[in-house]
């Protein structure tokens, strides 16, 4: 199924079939502020398999994130952190960032690699933070990546359906999606490590 949202104003029907979708363990894809993810609903083990199938992925093996709809989601599933690092993360949240914390005892199992970190997301991207909001838990996610060597993302929803529309139970249209990916920061020994260089510039807010 592929259903078109706009992130101006997501339409809520359109939310809450998304949202019934992932209750009832779909997978879908979905826009960010970056590039189209795949993801499900974190709390749903069987969903995670899936997703890592789809991917080619090990779960216990995988950085995988979640996309959290605000800064007090992210405070359930992380270890306490310091106030410079929530002061950053309230000026650079939502946007284009990747934070990897020390995880909490929320994260799913499946989730927390033998690393005990997880990676967090809050998306400048309406769409995908209403799906989160609604379904009232965080959203895994991980990007969909192109064969192509030269387009590593794929960017064009239709084109994206048009791949995965056996494999997942929805696709939004959101628009067309970036080619660059959310800058990987981790934050788990209390300051700011660049891991990955993508679109968030956080230089800005330090």
Do not use: H, W
């Amino acid at each position: 199924m592929l259903i078109r949202i706009y992130n101006e104003n997501p339409n809520p029907k359109s939310i809450q079939e998304t949202v019934d979708v992932l209750r009832n363990g779909g997978v879908i894809i979905y826009p960010t502020d970056t590039i189209y993810g795949i993801g499900c609903d974190i709390t749903n083990q069987k969903a995670i398999q899936r997703v890592c199938a789809i991917r080619g992925l090990k779960p216990e093996k995988s950085n995988l994130s979640f996309i959290c709809y605000d800064l007090t989601d992210i405070s359930q599933y992380t270890k306490p952190f310091d106030t410079p690092v929530f002061r950053v993360l309230k000026k650079a949240l939502p946007g284009p960032f990747t934070f990897i914390f020390n995880a909490s005892s929320q994260v799913p199992k499946l989730l927390s690699s033998k690393k005990k970190t997880v990676g967090i997301r809050v998306p400048d991207n309406n769409i995908v933070r209403d799906i989160v909001r609604e379904l009232g838990n965080p959203i895994l996610t991980t990007s969909i990546r192109d064969e192509d060597e030269i387009i590593e993302y794929s960017t064009d929803p239709e084109l994206i359906y048009e791949k995965y529309q056996d494999l997942v139970d929805l696709v939004i249209d959101g628009g067309y999606g970036d080619n660059f990916a959310s800058t990987v920061v981790d934050v788990t020994q209390g300051d700011f490590e660049i891991l990955r260089e993508g679109k968030g510039d956080l230089s800005q807010f330090l």
